[in-house]
């Protein structure tokens, strides 16, 4: 097939087709296996299996020592409207605490991001949070301020608790974490507050990895997911359907071409279209939906002489562009509207820096196997900081992954503090618990990936002959 998703052939990653998927730890260590046999069979010894270094509840311990402070943060970040396109103070606010805590280096970046690094080794990688929230909504459907930063009951309540300025607060702390247990490597993480994800999800992320990309090897994405490791989503676009029509006085309108009358039909086959996309197991269904229907005429005395939908279109495993984009234009056809424009828009608002870097609307599927060395890496981390196995899963909705690893070939994978659910809604929330759990995480994820993985294997496109080479040799030793 000549459409590109998730990037067919890549390691590691599941596309359309079976053969594509990569066998467990392809070109894993030995060691490396050996080690995450020892912590599954014995999960009382997770914590201990790579010596005090890493030791899970020592890093859990510090975690707890810096729960006050990440209450403090997370409510200053909320005390901080920051609709997309106005993160700038609750960019200075993560700054100040960046510094305070003495990370290696901070940059704000040309689009407006913040990355605050710790450690200094070749192996790189990423701990993503945005920083911008959506609005509040109707203010009377809140109980609450949504910019106080209520706490009852060891949660945090108000406006980007939850989607998702918590997780960044654990990131930062992360950082601390790493720096007071002296735990050395041979990595550098950034810890990463984007901006605009709320306009158009993953634009920040093509920035860092297109404009100043400073060598990212994956990305941990922070938004919500329960404190369970996250492995895909589906993708999404926009899609505007127009018809042209002749207008002409409204009191002959049989001298005209009524564009609306011409788009009736369209809209039917669109309905009917839902019903027939492909469904996939892990992802669910492929959808689409008319979010808005507009017209122009010359007046309201007069026949409309264009009509336009809008189409909210998920995509599921599988699904590409280029493939939504004709399954459109059939309906069109099927409706008796050939000449129907069908275009996928394009989004160029400008960054609190002013800084504008268009991006088509297109934010494809991306999904991982549990076999690949990335989540697997995930899973040996949360072993050792929890003593348990973590529950693998999926997010509903879309994260900066559309472009980390959709657009880019970036691996990542989501784990977050508090639940999806109240996301953008009144009850968004955060318990103070996950502040710290999750800071934990990152900080043994850290090591953790540098012991368990290399780098070549964390790359997404590793080509098939080689992947084959590698199954071999794995079976045979
Ligand atoms: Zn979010």
Redesign the pocket.
């Known amino acids: 097939m000549a459409i590109q998703v998730v990037m067919p052939a890549k390691a590691g990653i599941q596309t359309n087709r079976k053969a594509d998927w990569i066998p467990a730890f392809a070109g894993m260590t030995a060691r490396a296996e050996l080690r995450n046999r020892i912590s599954r069979e014995d999960n009382h010894m997770a914590t201990t299996t790579l010596g005090r270094r890493v030791d899970g509840r020592a890093i859990m311990a510090q975690a707890e020592k810096y729960r006050d402070d990440m209450v403090k943060f997370l409510r200053d970040l909320i005390r901080i409207p920051s609709e997309s396109a106005q993160e700038e103070k609750v960019v200075r606010r993560i700054k100040a605490e960046m510094e305070k805590l003495d990370f290696d280096e901070i940059v704000i970046d040309g689009f407006g991001n913040i990355r605050g690094r710790v450690g200094n080794g070749s192996r790189k990688f990423a701990i993503d949070a945005?920083i911008d929230t959506v609005g509040v909504g109707d203010p009377d459907t809140w109980k609450w301020d949504p910019f106080e930063g209520k706490v009852e009951n060891n949660i945090i309540y108000g406006r980007g608790a939850c989607?998702?300025t918590g997780g960044m607060v654990s990131a930062v702390y992360a950082g601390r974490i790493l720096k007071d247990l002296g735990i050395g490597g041979d990595y550098s993480v950034y810890m990463v507050g984007s901006i605009m994800?709320?306009d158009c999800?993953g634009l920040p992320w093509l920035y860092i990895l297109r404009e100043e990309n400073p060598g990212i090897e994956c990305v941990i994405i922070t938004?919500?997911t329960d404190l369970r490791i996250y492995r895909g989503h589906r993708g999404r676009m926009e899609i505007e359907v127009t018809t042209k029509g002749l207008s002409c006085h409204g009191s002959a309108p049989e001298r005209g071409v009524n564009a609306v009358y011409k788009m009736a039909p369209v809209v039917k086959e669109v309905e009917a279209l839902n019903k027939r996309l492909r469904k996939d197991a892990f992802l669910g269904k492929g959808t689409v939906t008319i979010s808005d229907i507009r017209a122009t005429s010359p007046s309201l005395c007069a026949v409309a002489d264009s009509c336009t939908i809008h189409l909210d279109r998920r995509l599921t495993a599988g699904e590409t562009k280029e493939l939504a984009v004709s399954e459109v234009k059939a309906a069109a056809k099927r409706a008796g509207v050939p000449d129907a424009q069908v275009r996928i828009l394009e989004y160029n608002r400008p960054t609190w820096r002013n800084k504008v870097y268009p991006m088509e609307k297109y934010y494809p599927t991306w999904v991982f196997s549990e076999d690949h060395p990335l989540i697997q890496s995930a899973a040996e981390a949360y072993r050792r900081v929890f003593g348990k196995a973590p529950n693998i899963g999926k997010w509903t909705?879309s994260?900066n992954g559309v472009a980390i690893a959709g657009l880019c070939g970036v691996p990542c994978f989501g784990f977050g503090p508090a639940e999806e659910s109240t996301?953008h809604s009144p009850m968004d929330q955060c318990p103070i618990d996950h502040l710290v759990k999750a800071a934990a995480f990152y900080a043994q994820f850290v090591p953790t990936y540098v012991e368990t993985t290399r780098r070549e294997d964390i790359r997404m496109d590793a080509p098939p002959a080689k992947r084959k080479a590698r199954k071999s040799k794995r079976k045979s030793g």
């Open positions: 945005h989607d998702q994800e709320e999800d938004e919500p909705f994260t996301a």
